[in-house]
């Protein structure tokens, strides 16, 4: 079997030595260079499978070097030597395409676990399917591009934030960056950060050992040792307490844990994605979150599309839904309902989606589903009446909650405007009177 080539890039000939030593012992061959010329001239010349190189070089910096790799018809994994403490330096780097980096002094057991992940890029020994058509459903310009970027990311190590609405799909995105990257065959471990009591996620995230506090009966280990070798995705990251995220920045920079009641820091080796719905970045303005954090998580961002701006995904995704939840023949959809579901603003996104969809189910006769048997949230209506009307926030109110009341806004609206005639509020809102019977009933409004 062929074995690997990796080019060193280091105008340090102890480091280059300690490099090629280590490098050899794993069975790889290496070539060396001092300088980026050299290192372009051996590109041209040979077909590599791993680059690592310093960020400091006689003729340019490894950023350079970068740059050049990704131009090239088959970029490899590139890692890059930072000096100690220069984590910016090292967020250049994989903003710029770096798969990993190692900080000066190099540590031999983190290098040896960085090669073997890259080398899994450049030679994956099962090849992985990397078409993600059928899971992150949507033909529309957005979505093609999203399934793009996720097969970019699979490739690099670098932290990733994920952004968008409640129910718009963000932990399926960070599991198919997890799936289709090198580490897919080690654990993914998804946390919701807003549901772990503060006084408890120093433990869930870092591990304790026994009889470090009241309660610590034994020795446990932490979401970080969990996924050990993964991915580990923070979601609804924004609600982390202060004193947490200080520790988390430290384990993000340094590669290192301490559980509670431990002396010792222990080396993790874990890729780290976070998401939330809400706005990171004014948290940061108004002092909630830390900014450094901020930097460290999101040195590649990742934004999802609310499915009001990709309506044209909406016929593809009901018919997966409906196929999904139907256990034999899946019902057809009207052309009407469709429309109706393509003028909706889905607040809650697909998730929303299917649950109209899973209600429309129970409710229609048999044959297709009609426009009310979908018995459509009044969102529309009551935006128009209501300007001031807040945005939707979980934290303060269920998704169910929040669209009855806007709806119970609409519909009292209606009634108002036509003294009370509901037939003619029927009419108004574009209902017909069993629907508006329906929604009456279910929102107590009937008397």
């Given amino acids: 079997m062929k074995k690997p080539l990796a080019l060193i890039v280091d105008d340090e000939p102890d480091i280059r030595e300690l490099l090629e030593l280590t490098l050899n012992r794993m069975a790889i061959q290496t070539h060396t260079a001092e300088n980026i010329k050299t290192a372009k001239a051996l590109l041209e010349d040979k077909t590599f499978d791993l680059c690592l190189t310093d960020m400091k070089l006689p003729d340019g910096n490894?950023?350079?070097?970068?740059?050049?790799?990704?131009?090239?018809?088959q970029p490899l994994p590139i890692a890059v030597i930072t000096a100690f403490g220069s984590m910016d330096t090292a967020i250049q780097a994989m903003k710029k395409g770096a798969f990993d980096f190692i900080s000066k002094p190099i540590d031999l057991a983190g290098l040896r676990l960085l090669i073997n992940s890259a080398l899994k890029l450049s030679n994956p020994e099962t090849p992985k399917e990397r078409r993600t058509r059928n899971t992150l459903l949507g033909d529309s310009p957005v979505m093609r591009d999203i399934r793009s970027r996720i097969d970019k990311l699979a490739r690099s190590q670098a932290p990733v934030y994920i952004s968008g609405e409640s129910g718009s799909g963000k932990e399926m995105v960070a599991r198919l960056i997890h799936q289709q990257s090198s580490r897919g065959d080690k654990p993914f471990v998804a946390i919701n950060c807003g549901a772990i009591p503060h006084e408890l996620m120093e433990s869930e995230f870092f591990g304790h050992k026994k009889g470090s506090f009241t309660g610590a009966i034994s020795d446990k280990k932490g979401l970080f040792q969990a996924a050990d070798g993964g991915t580990l995705f923070l979601d609804e990251v924004a609600d982390l307490p202060q004193t947490l995220q200080v520790k988390l920045l430290r384990a993000i920079q340094e590669k290192k844990i301490r559980p509670v009641g431990e002396q010792l820091e222990i080396p993790v080796d874990v890729r780290l994605l976070s998401a939330t719905h809400r706005n990171l970045a004014d948290m940061v303005k108004s002092g909630v979150f830390r900014q450094d954090l901020y930097y460290r998580i999101n040195v590649i961002d990742l934004v999802l599309p609310p499915l009001r701006e990709r309506v044209t995904d909406i016929p593809m995704l009901a018919e997966h839904v409906l196929t999904k939840l139907s256990k034999e023949n899946a019902p057809t959809i009207s052309t009407s309902a469709l429309a109706a579901l393509q003028r909706y603003r889905f607040p809650g996104n697909v998730r929303e989606l299917e649950n109209i969809l899973e209600r429309a189910l129970a409710l229609y006769d048999g044959n297709t589903i009609e426009v009310d048997d979908l018995n459509l949230p009044l969102v529309d209506r009551a935006y128009s009446t209501d300007t001031e009307q807040a945005d939707y926030d979980p934290a303060k109110e269920s998704l169910e909650d929040y669209l009855d009341a806007i709806e119970r806004k609409a519909i009292t609206t209606a009634l108002e405007e036509n003294r009370w005639n509901k037939t003619a509020a029927a009419k108004?809102?574009?209902?017909?009177?069993?629907?508006?019977?329906?929604?009456?009933?279910?929102?107590?409004?009937?008397?």
């Avoid at 070097?65 to 090239?72: E, V, Y």
């Avoid at 508006?436 to 929102?443: A, S």
């Fill in 62 to 73: 490894g950023l350079e070097l970068i740059s050049h790799i990704q131009g090239l018809s």
């Fill in 428 to 447: 108004q809102l574009g209902l017909t009177f069993r629907s508006f019977r329906y929604r009456l009933k279910k929102l107590n409004m009937e008397d």
